[in-house]
C-alpha cells in the first residue's frame, strides 16, 4: 500500500443543504486545491458568523484487502486567521445527511427532569418571551438556562415540542386570590419572565393560577434539561510553554475550540439578597396519613406540609413509591411523578390508574427558613487536582442542609444532601459523596474532574441556629400561667375598667360560665381562669371547656377616664429608688407606669458574636395602648421598627429598652412578665416608689476559631474563604458554634421620661356588651424568637394543625382535604386561630415551635454568581454589627479591598470569597491575639485584620454579567439554543489521543535517481516530498533514514513527471495517550515524549480514530421468508438451500465495498434481486451467472457472489442475508467563521489521515 493509495475522498454532496453529506462520492478532495472542502468566506459570514459543515471520507482505494491499521484523523495545520476554526466529528453513520449532523451536535442539551413551574396562560407561536407561575420557595432559572417545552394532547401524548434558552430572568412574588369549590382561597407565587434568544416556534395553551403546584388539566409542560456531550470534538491547539524530552505533561492555549460563533451581551443583577431559603429536616419525626384516595396520572395531591427530601413514602396495596430526593417520585426505579418539597405537593405524571382504595403516605416534616449558609471550600490545584475530596464542616450540619458545588470545564455541578447521609446530584453521572451529620465529615466523589484554579464549594446550616422548644397549657413555661400559652384574647368596648366591678359569661354546648374579676387583675369562678388588664380594656381567658368557634362573650363593667403624668429629671434616691408623686389618690389596680433602661451586652467578642434580646415586654398593644395617650416611640430615642422588635440598638453592644409596670391593686407592682418590683404605694397621697433596676434575657451567638485548610493558588489569584488573604500559611477561621442563653441587668435611664397612667376616681360608667374573642396561641410564650417557615406543630383538643406560608392548616376528616384555621405572626410567635376541630373539648394546647434568633450574622462568605462577571462592576454591601456601613466596588483585578473587608472575585467562574473585619497595625502588635492568623497580615502596609461580623439580612450584591448570546441561526447555519452557552466545546478528553508534532520544511536541491540529500535535522518521524506543483512523491521513489535525516532517491526513479525543486516537509511528533485534561490547558498524558518542542511552533492535535480500514463481508445468514426488516439475526426459520461461503466467499474490495446490509432476495427458484438498506435495490441477478453489482462512486464492484456457491433448493421469497464493512470512515468537518474573519484572503486548513500498513 502506497502513500498515494490512501485517499480524502467527498460525500455526495459538498454544501450546507439539509442534504448536504450522505454517502462516499468517487470525488477525490486533491491535497491543495482551493476551494476542495470549504467555499470562501463571503462578506455576511465575515461580518455575523457561520457554520460550514462538510462531509468527507478517509478512504483505502487499493483494489485488495490490504488493512490500513491503526487509521486516525488529524488538524495537522489549523487555519492562519484565528478567527477562523475547524473541528473533526464523527456521528459514525455512513450515509447520514446535514441534518441528521446538525441534530447530533444540536443533542449536547437534552429533556431532563420535570420543572416545577409552568406557563402561565397562553404562549402563541412567535413570543419571544415566556411567563412562568411556580411556587413561592423554588428559585427562578438562572438566565442562559435552557428549557424543554413540551405541548401534549388530552390524550398526554405530544404535539410538539421545543428548547428555549433563557437570555434575561426577572421574578416578583405576587398574591393571588383564586376561586375554589371551598370558596375564594389565597396563594403566593413567583412569577418568572424570561425572554428567550428565538421566538417560540409553536403555540403553547399554559394555565391559570391554582391551589394546587399545577393545573389538574395542564398540557404545556416545562422540563429541566442536562447536558450529555453526546458528540466528541477534535482539532488542534498551540503548545504555549516548551517540552522538554521526558515530560508527561504539556500546556496548549486552550482545550475548547468555537463551534458556534456569539457576541457578547450584558445582563444587570441588582440588590441580589445573599439570603435563600435553606430546607432542614424538623424534628418531630415521621408523619403516616392513611387515606382513601385514587392514583391517576395528572393529579397532584397537596400534603399540605413542607417534605424533607428523601423522607417520602407512599404505598397502595402492592404499589409503592419513594421520592429520590431530588423531587423525582421513582417506583422500580422509574420516574413516575415528582414532588415539590416546599410547597408539599406530589404530583403523578406517568402512573398506572388505580382507582379509588386505602393509601399510606408517610414523610418526615421539613422547615425552611431565609438564610446565609455556612460555607467552606476548598481551591483545586495543580497537586491536589482529583475526583475525590474530603472536608469537615464546623459547626456540623442539620440533616438535610448540606450542598456541594463544583466546576468542570467551565460548567458548575451540584450535590445535594438527601436527608439520608448521602450526596446525590442534580444531574445523573455528577458524582457523589457521604455525610457525617455528627462529626461533619463529607466525602465527595466528583463525576467529572474539577477544573484548575476553580473551588468545590459547600454550604450548610447548623443546628444551634435553630431552637427547638415544647410549650403546653398543663407545663406552661417557668413564670407563665395556662393562659399565657393559650388564650383567648377579648377587647372590651372601653378602656380604664373599674377594679372590682368587670364579670365575662359564655356558653359551651348546654354549660354557662361566669369569671369575675377579684380587684387585683385575676378572673375568678367557674369555667375557666383569665387576667383583666383594666386600664388597657384587655381580657386574657382559657376556659376548661374548649368553646364553638365563633362563641361570643357578654360583658359588664365600669369604667371611667385615665390621667397620664410625665415625669422628667427624676433621679435616684440613696437606695436606687425611684420617687413620685402623682399628687391625687389612685384608683388601686390602674396604676401603670412607661420608663426606659439600658442594657450593656458584656463578655463577648465585640467583634463577631452576635445577640438577641428576647424578652418583649411590652406586647405590641400594650405600646398601643400608651400612643393612644399620647406617648411616642420618639419621647423615648426609638423608632416603630424598634418599639415593635422591643428594644433599640443604641451603640455597639447596648440596647434600650422599655419596661411596662402595672399594680395588683394591693400595692405591688409587676411587669408584663409578672416579674415583682420592689415598691410601695399610697393609693390615698399617691405616693409612689419602685426600684427600677431589672434583668432581661439575651441570645448571644458565639463560636471559636479554627485552622483552616485552603491555600492561595497565587497563578489564579484566588483569596481563600475566610481570613486567609495573602499568604500560602495556615489560616484560622471563626465559625459560630452555639447560641447562649444569658441574663443582663438593665440599668435605668431617667434622662428619658417616666410615663405614669392611673385614674384617681371610681369609674361611673356602666355598661353590658357582647363581643367576640381570638384564640391566640404563643408558641414563644414571651420570648421574641423568630418561627421559621413549617417549624410549628400544634396539638388542641387532640387534633393536629401545622403551619405553612403563614397560614395555620389541618387535615379534614376524610384526611386528605386541607382546611386553613388560622394565622401566624413569626416575627411574634404569635398564632391566631380563626376556626378549629371539637374533638372532645379538652382545654389541653401544646405547641412544637422551632425558632432562630432575629439576628444572623457571618464573619465570611463564599458565594456564586451565576455566571462570568465584568471586570470592575461587583458591588457588595453590608453592615457590621455596629451599624458601619459597607459598600465595596471590586478592583479590575478582582480584589476588593475596604477598611472593614477584603477578598477577591474571580470574574471568569463568578466565585466571590470575602472576609469582613476591621484592620489593625502593626501587624506584629497582635501576633498574640487569638485571632491573629499571618495569612490575614497585609506585609505592605504592615497590618493584620481582626474579623468582624456583619448582619446577614443587610448583604447585598451587585454587578454586569457579561453573557455570550448566539447569532441568529438562519444565518449562521446551526441552532445554539442547546448548545453550551459560549458556544465552545472541548477538543481534548482523558482517554483520547493525541499528537503533539513540530515540522519543518527544507527546498532540496535539483537532484537525480540515486542522489542523497541530509534535511537540517535528523531524529525525525516523518518525511513528505511534494513538488513545485504540490503534488505528493509517493514512496516508491526515495527512501527516508528518519534518524540522520537523510533522503535517498532510488535508482531508476522516474522523477521526470515532477517539477523540481521538491520541498521536503519534515515532522517530529509524539503520539501520547490523555490521562488528565484541565481547564487551564494542562494535558497529561503516558508515556513520557521523545523529543523537545519549542512553544507556539509546535501544535497537539487531538484524533479522531477510525480503527482499521478494511474493506469485509461478515454475518452471513439466510431466512426462509425475507420480511423487510433489517435484522442482524435472523427473523423466523433458515432456508433448506444455503450459499457456500467456504469454497465461495464473498468477495469484496477495499475500492468498492461499502458499510451496508445486504439482502439477496429470490423472486423464483433461480432469479433473484438485490437491495440494500440504504441504497435500495440496485440490480438483478440469477443463480447461473455471478453477482457484481457495481458501485458507481468508484466504478468496482460492491461486492461479488460466485455462481458456484449457490447450489440446489432456492424458493421464491428465500434471501441471503450478509453485512459488508467499507475500507474507509465518515468523518464530518465544522469551520466555524466568527465575525471579524477576513473575507477574499485565500486560507487553508490541513487535514492529515494517518494510519500503518504491512
Avoid at 497529561?1084 to 480500514?1109: D, I, M, N, Q
Amino acid at each position: 500500500m502506497d502513500v498515494l493509495d490512501v485517499r480524502l475522498m467527498a460525500s455526495q454532496r459538498m454544501d450546507d443543504s439539509d442534504e448536504g453529506g450522505g454517502r462516499m462520492s468517487g470525488e477525490e478532495i486533491l491535497d491543495g486545491a482551493l476551494n476542495a472542502i470549504f467555499p470562501d468566506i463571503d462578506r455576511i459570514a465575515a461580518t455575523v458568523g457561520r457554520v460550514n459543515l462538510r462531509k468527507v471520507f478517509p478512504a483505502v482505494m487499493t483494489h485488495s484487502r490490504e488493512t490500513y491499521y491503526g487509521s486516525h484523523v488529524i488538524i495537522s495545520e489549523p487555519p492562519t486567521d484565528d478567527k477562523v476554526q475547524c473541528l473533526l466529528f464523527s456521528t459514525g453513520s455512513p450515509s447520514d445527511r446535514r441534518a441528521d449532523a446538525v441534530d447530533r451536535i444540536e443533542g449536547y442539551i437534552v429533556q431532563g427532569p420535570r420543572y416545577i413551574g409552568y406557563l402561565w396562560g397562553p404562549h402563541p407561536d412567535g413570543m419571544r418571551t415566556i411567563t412562568i407561575i411556580q411556587p413561592e420557595q423554588t428559585s427562578p432559572p438562572e438566565f442562559g438556562t435552557v428549557l424543554y417545552l413540551e405541548e401534549r394532547d388530552v390524550n398526554d401524548q405530544v404535539l410538539h415540542y421545543e428548547y428555549v434558552k433563557l437570555i434575561s430572568v426577572d421574578d416578583v412574588v405576587r398574591t393571588f386570590v383564586i376561586a375554589t369549590d371551598k370558596g375564594t382561597v389565597t396563594v403566593r407565587r413567583r412569577v418568572v419572565t424570561c425572554e428567550i434568544y428565538t421566538p417560540l416556534s409553536h403555540a403553547y395553551t399554559g394555565g391559570e393560577v391554582v391551589e394546587t403546584t399545577y393545573p389538574q388539566d395542564l398540557r404545556s409542560w416545562i422540563y429541566s434539561t442536562v447536558a450529555t456531550d453526546r458528540t466528541n470534538y477534535y482539532g488542534i491547539s498551540r503548545l504555549i510553554s516548551d517540552a522538554a524530552e521526558g515530560d508527561t505533561q504539556i500546556r496548549v492555549d486552550s482545550i475548547f475550540a468555537q463551534l458556534v460563533p456569539t457576541n457578547r451581551s450584558e445582563t444587570v443583577l441588582a440588590d441580589v439578597d445573599l439570603a435563600n431559603d435553606v430546607s432542614d429536616q424538623a424534628p418531630y419525626g415521621s408523619v403516616t396519613l392513611t387515606l382513601s384516595d385514587s392514583i391517576v396520572s395528572g393529579k397532584t395531591f397537596d400534603i399540605g406540609r413542607i417534605i424533607s427530601p428523601g423522607t417520602l413514602r407512599i404505598t397502595r396495596s402492592t404499589y409503592t413509591w419513594t421520592d429520590d430526593g431530588l423531587g423525582n417520585l421513582m417506583r422500580n426505579g422509574q420516574v413516575e411523578g415528582f414532588v415539590s418539597y416546599a410547597d408539599g405537593k406530589i404530583t403523578y405524571t406517568s402512573v398506572p390508574t388505580l382507582g379509588t382504595s386505602s393509601i399510606t403516605i408517610t414523610f418526615t416534616p421539613g422547615f425552611m427558613r431565609p438564610w446565609v449558609r455556612y460555607t467552606d471550600a476548598r481551591i483545586v490545584g495543580p497537586n491536589n487536582q482529583g475526583y475525590s475530596w474530603v472536608m469537615t464542616l464546623q459547626p456540623p450540619p442539620t440533616v438535610g442542609s448540606v450542598i456541594v458545588d463544583y466546576r468542570s470545564q467551565e460548567r458548575w455541578y451540584r450535590l445535594v444532601d438527601n436527608c439520608n447521609g448521602a450526596l446525590i446530584p442534580l444531574v445523573e453521572g455528577a458524582g457523589g459523596g457521604t455525610i457525617n451529620y455528627q462529626t461533619g465529615t463529607i466525602t465527595i466523589t466528583c463525576g467529572a474532574l474539577p477544573d484548575v484554579g476553580s473551588m468545590i464549594i459547600a454550604y450548610w446550616s447548623v443546628a444551634s441556629d435553630v431552637f427547638s422548644a415544647v410549650v403546653s397549657t398543663d407545663n406552661p413555661p417557668a413564670g407563665q400561667q395556662a393562659h399565657d400559652v393559650a388564650q383567648f384574647i377579648i377587647y372590651a368596648g372601653h378602656s380604664d375598667i373599674a377594679p372590682g366591678t368587670f364579670s365575662i359569661s359564655w356558653t359551651v354546648g348546654e354549660n354557662h360560665y361566669t369569671l369575675t374579676d377579684d380587684g387585683h387583675g385575676n378572673l375568678t369562678g367557674t369555667g375557666g381562669t383569665g387576667e383583666i388588664q383594666y386600664a388597657e380594656g384587655v381580657i386574657t381567658l382559657w376556659p376548661d371547656e374548649l368553646p364553638d368557634p365563633g362563641t361570643t362573650f357578654d360583658l359588664a363593667y365600669n369604667y371611667g377616664s385615665a390621667t397620664v403624668k410625665t415625669f422628667t429629671g427624676l433621679t435616684l434616691d440613696g437606695n436606687g429608688n425611684v420617687n413620685i408623686n402623682v399628687e391625687e389618690p389612685i384608683v388601686p389596680g390602674s396604676l401603670r407606669i412607661l420608663y426606659a433602661g439600658n442594657a450593656v451586652i458584656t463578655g463577648i467578642n465585640e467583634y463577631t458574636d452576635a445577640w438577641t434580646i428576647t424578652e418583649k415586654w411590652p406586647r405590641l398593644w400594650v405600646w398601643n395602648w400608651w400612643w393612644r395617650r399620647g406617648v411616642g416611640a420618639q419621647d423615648y430615642g426609638m423608632d416603630q421598627e424598634a418599639v415593635e422588635r422591643g428594644y433599640a440598638v443604641t451603640a455597639l453592644n447596648t440596647a434600650r429598652l422599655l419596661r411596662h409596670l402595672r399594680d395588683d391593686g394591693a400595692g405591688n407592682l409587676s411587669d408584663m412578665a409578672r416579674t415583682p418590683v420592689s415598691a410601695s404605694i399610697d393609693y390615698n397621697t399617691g405616693a409612689i416608689q419602685f426600684a427600677p433596676d431589672w434583668e432581661t434575657n439575651v441570645h448571644v451567638k458565639v463560636g471559636g476559631y479554627y485552622d483552616w485548610q485552603m491555600r492561595e493558588d497565587e497563578d489564579q489569584h484566588y483569596i481563600t474563604f475566610s481570613n486567609h488573604l495573602f499568604t500560602e500559611e495556615a489560616s484560622r477561621r471563626y465559625s459560630y458554634t452555639q447560641v447562649e442563653q444569658r441574663t443582663y441587668p438593665v440599668v435605668p435611664d431617667l434622662g428619658y421620661p417616666v410615663k405614669v397612667s392611673y385614674y384617681s376616681t371610681e369609674g361611673a360608667n356602666y355598661v353590658e356588651e357582647t363581643v367576640g374573642g381570638s384564640l391566640v396561641l404563643h408558641a414563644n410564650a414571651g420570648f421574641s424568637r423568630r418561627l421559621v417557615e413549617g417549624g410549628v406543630s400544634i396539638t388542641l383538643d387532640g387534633v393536629t394543625y401545622w403551619d405553612r406560608l403563614g397560614t395555620v392548616y389541618r387535615y379534614a376528616d376524610d384526611g386528605k382535604s386541607l382546611i386553613a384555621c388560622g394565622t401566624v405572626d413569626k416575627s411574634s410567635g404569635t398564632i391566631t386561630m380563626d376556626t378549629w376541630a371539637i374533638n372532645s373539648r379538652s382545654n389541653s394546647v401544646s405547641i412544637w415551635a422551632l425558632t432562630t434568633t432575629d439576628k444572623q450574622v457571618t464573619t465570611s462568605l463564599i458565594f456564586r454568581i451565576p455566571g462570568k462577571l465584568r471586570p470592575g462592576t461587583l458591588n457588595i454591601v453590608a453592615a457590621l454589627l455596629d451599624g458601619t456601613e459597607i459598600n465595596v466596588t471590586a478592583g479590575t483585578d478582582g480584589r476588593i479591598v475596604h477598611s472593614n473587608a477584603y477578598g477577591f472575585v474571580n470574574y471568569s467562574t463568578g466565585v466571590v470569597t470575602i472576609a469582613f473585619g476591621t484592620w489593625m497595625s502593626p501587624a506584629s502588635a497582635y501576633v498574640d491575639e487569638v485571632w491573629y492568623d499571618v495569612g490575614n497580615v497585609d506585609e505592605v502596609n504592615d497590618r493584620v485584620l481582626r474579623p468582624q461580623a456583619v448582619d446577614t439580612d443587610t448583604l447585598r450584591y451587585s454587578c454586569v454579567l457579561d453573557t455570550d448570546i448566539p447569532l441568529d441561526a438562519d444565518l449562521i447555519g446551526i441552532n445554539p439554543t442547546r448548545l453550551p452557552p459560549d458556544g465552545k466545546v472541548p477538543i481534548y478528553r482523558e482517554g483520547y489521543i493525541a499528537i503533539v508534532h513540530h515540522s519543518l520544511s527544507d527546498v532540496l536541491p535539483t537532484v537525480s535517481p540515486g542522489d542523497q540529500v541530509t534535511l537540517s535535522r535528523g531524529d525525525i518521524d516523518y518525511v513528505e516530498l511534494r513538488d513545485q506543483e504540490n503534488a505528493v512523491l509517493p514512496l516508491s521513489l526515495y527512501t527516508v533514514d528518519k534518524a540522520n535525516g537523510v533522503v535517498t532517491f532510488n535508482d531508476g526513479a522516474d522523477l521526470s513527471i515532477y517539477v523540481q525543486p521538491f520541498t521536503a516537509i519534515h515532522r517530529r511528533e509524539d503520539m501520547v495517550l490523555l490521562t488528565q485534561v484541565d481547564i487551564t490547558g494542562l494535558l497529561r498524558f503516558t508515556p513520557a515524549l521523545r523529543h523537545s518542542y519549542p512553544a507556539y511552533a509546535t501544535y497537539v492535535s487531538s484524533a479522531l480514530v477510525t480503527g482499521a480500514l478494511q474493506a469485509a463481508v461478515h454475518n452471513v445468514f439466510t431466512q426462509k421468508s425475507w420480511t423487510g426488516e433489517w435484522s442482524d439475526t435472523r427473523i423466523g426459520d433458515p432456508t433448506t438451500a444455503n450459499y457456500d461461503v467456504v469454497n465461495y466467499p464473498i468477495e469484496v474490495w477495499n475500492d468498492g465495498a461499502i458499510e451496508e446490509r445486504w439482502a439477496i432476495v429470490f423472486t423464483s427458484s433461480t432469479d433473484f434481486y438485490v437491495a440494500g438498506e440504504t441504497v435500495g435495490v440496485i440490480a438483478n441477478g440469477n443463480t447461473a451467472s455471478d453477482c457484481a453489482p457495481i458501485n458507481p462512486a468508484t466504478s468496482q464492484p460492491y461486492f461479488i457472489i460466485r455462481s458456484g456457491g449457490w447450489g440446489m433448493g432456492w424458493a421464491a421469497g428465500n434471501c441471503l442475508r450478509f453485512n459488508t464493512s467499507a475500507a474507509h470512515a465518515p468523518i464530518w468537518v465544522a469551520r466555524t467563521i466568527l465575525p471579524g474573519a477576513q473575507y477574499g484572503q485565500q486560507d487553508s486548513v490541513t487535514i492529515q489521515i494517518r494510519g500503518d500498513a504491512n
